[in-house]
């Protein structure tokens, strides 16, 4: 017997077969038009930090003096989704020399603590909040490593909107009071979070205008004696007391010898164009795998959002995420098999295990020879272009509020496992597998797309239907993030146990029934979720026509403007 729930059958039969709205011109998904400049274009997930970055533009900072600026001001007004408690990652494209460079600026594990600690203590998994997740932020130091080679302004300026937005106050959205509302259900118990996020009480309303003292304070710090003031002067100091205090065990030393790293991306071919990822500790190459198998299918006569396409996406992600599972890790400690990984001969190798009729409830990992975030992206008037993504975990993070400083601190080591002999497993010094990766399409080595998604595992399994929509499916640039997405989650998470039950496939709203009844018959456990599908930012240069499109996230505060 079919058993879907009433609630999804309702949904599906009422809105199943909608579009997005009804437009004089556009496509089907599209909730609004692309935006379109000449000069330089921007797109974040809140339109202040837009218009912040803009102005940096319009000032004559480049795309990274720009999307530095962004994310400071994001910091201050999606706290919820990043910071500088946190790590970050980017991919840029410099027009001076023609070459991508990947930037990864994740933190380590501290020193002092090591797996025994955790087999004494009796625990099983590393916590989601207190001192024991947290690792070395890498944020900042990912700020100065960009501006020294692509940036143009001083530093002074770059933080100079946010630290004013920060003393004066902005009007908090809708949505981020949501967030901002449920995490301090949590994070209100640990030192610090209700004089910071909290003063009068509560956290901010809807249009409630909310300061942040502290966070300008450091943010001027920063600005004014650069990154050491923040791994190596008073910051990093205060951090090390207040963990301490805390009984956690992130330290001075551990914040001092932190160093972000210059990586070279990697890529697959998907019908002519090159997609691009950054490797492990990242889950980037993940999508590049979903890719490689997709590619062996005529997937545009599938159709969009036909369950035959839909299936065969779903099983393809279920194959790359065991290898997720089984190699991804900080390559310092692992010899990670990637170039085997996203070749073309393994994902042949891997589509011949996928029934085209059936889900299947398990796979292996291959065997091979050898396992809340927010995205922004930017492009100034010289051609470069920066992809980059910036989180704390699981949204505002540990709960860890350091004494003054105006953030919290990332727990970002709750990635690790503890199973000894697991390529992730916790050491010291090491960098946690993580979820946050920008992505780049170039097309005859020339830049194409900047995009990227937010969410956790949604992130490869984002990516992914993206270039499809895209290139198989000709969608336009707002349409392509717009359309209704799929999210496979199965227990293939690198802490976890492998997938033995088939997982659940969460549909977004704008599939209809018949997809949908198609999918359960071939045994997929289907259900209908509001949330869970990230959130999309993209900038496409058309160099035919000499000037770029934008593209933003119409589930959040998305919002893309040039000039």
């Given at each position: ?239 090390d007391s207040y963990i301490k205090r805390n009984g956690g065990f992130l330290s001075y030393n551990d914040l001092a010898s932190h160093k972000s790293e210059w990586i070279t991306p990697v890529s697959t071919s998907y019908r002519g164009y090159d997609v691009w990822e950054l490797p492990p ?95 922004l992206t930017v492009a100034d008037k010289n051609g470069n272009m920066v992809s980059l993504i910036q989180s704390n975990y699981r949204g505002m993070g540990s709960g860890m509020t350091p004494d003054g400083l105006g953030f919290v601190l990332q727990d970002r080591g709750e990635m690790f ?147």
């Amino acid at each position: 017997m079919i058993r879907i729930t009433l609630s999804l059958l309702l949904f599906t039969l009422v809105l199943g077969n909608t579009m997005a709205q009804d437009r004089v011109t556009g496509l089907n998904f599209a909730t609004r038009s692309e935006v379109i400049a000449k000069h330089g274009m921007v797109a974040t997930s809140q339109p202040l930090a837009t218009q912040v970055a803009l102005d940096i533009l319009k000032q004559g900072g480049s795309a990274v003096d720009a999307a530095i600026a962004a994310n400071a001001m994001l910091g201050l007004v999606e706290p919820t989704g990043c910071g500088i408690g946190g790590d970050l990652f980017a991919i840029v494209w410099d027009a001076k020399t023609q070459q991508l460079y990947g930037l990864n600026a994740s933190g380590r594990s501290p020193k002092s603590l090591t797996l025994e600690y955790f087999k004494e203590q009796g625990i099983t998994h590393i916590p989601a909040l207190g001192p024991l997740p947290v690792s070395v932020p890498g944020c900042v130091d990912g700020w100065f490593e960009l501006h020294k080679r692509f940036g143009i302004i001083k530093m002074e300026a770059i933080l100079s909107p946010a630290i004013s937005y920060a003393r004066e106050g902005f009007p908090v959205t809708e949505l981020i009071a949501y967030y901002m509302r449920s995490s301090s259900y949590r994070l209100s118990q640990y030192e610090n979070f209700k004089e910071t996020y909290m003063p009068s009480g509560k956290t901010p309303e809807k249009g409630e205008l909310f300061k942040n003292p502290y966070l300008a304070n450091t943010y001027e710090a920063i600005a004014k004696k650069g990154r050491d003031e923040f791994y190596k002067g008073s910051i990093a100091k205060t951090i090390d007391s207040y963990i301490k205090r805390n009984g956690g065990f992130l330290s001075y030393n551990d914040l001092a010898s932190h160093k972000s790293e210059w990586i070279t991306p990697v890529s697959t071919s998907y019908r002519g164009y090159d997609v691009w990822e950054l490797p492990p500790n990242g889950q980037g190459i993940a999508a590049l795998q979903i890719l490689n198998i997709l590619e062996q299918y005529d997937i545009k006569s599938m159709g969009f959002g036909s369950a035959e396409y839909l299936h065969l996406f779903i099983e393809a992600k279920k194959l790359a995420f065991e290898d997720r599972a089984r190699y991804y890790a900080d390559p310092a400690f692992s010899n990670i098999p990637v170039q085997e990984l996203i070749s073309k001969e393994y994902a042949r190798e891997r589509a011949k295990l996928i029934n085209p009729n059936r889900a299947a409830k398990s796979y292996d990992a291959g065997i091979l020879s050898s396992p809340s975030t927010i995205y922004l992206t930017v492009a100034d008037k010289n051609g470069n272009m920066v992809s980059l993504i910036q989180s704390n975990y699981r949204g505002m993070g540990s709960g860890m509020t350091p004494d003054g400083l105006g953030f919290v601190l990332q727990d970002r080591g709750e990635m690790f496992s503890l199973q000894e002999g697991h390529p992730n497993v916790f050491e010291p010094g090491k960098r946690p597998f993580h979820t946050i990766i920008p992505a780049f399409i170039t097309k005859d080595s020339k830049p194409w797309i900047s995009f990227g998604v937010m969410g956790g595992a949604m992130q490869p399994q984002g990516h992914a239907q993206i270039v499809v929509n895209l290139i198989d499916f000709g969608m336009n640039l707002q349409e392509a993030g717009d359309a209704p997405r799929v999210q496979h989650d199965g227990s293939s998470e690198p802490t976890d146990e492998r997938m033995t039950n088939g997982g659940v496939v969460f549909l977004e709203s704008g599939f209809d029934y018949h997809t949908i009844r198609s999918l359960v018959l071939k045994g997929h456990k289907v259900t209908y979720d509001v949330g869970g599908y990230g959130g999309y930012q993209a900038i496409m240069w058309d160099a035919e026509k000499g000037v770029y499109f934008g593209a933003s996230e119409s589930r959040k505060d998305g919002n893309a403007a040039g000039y």
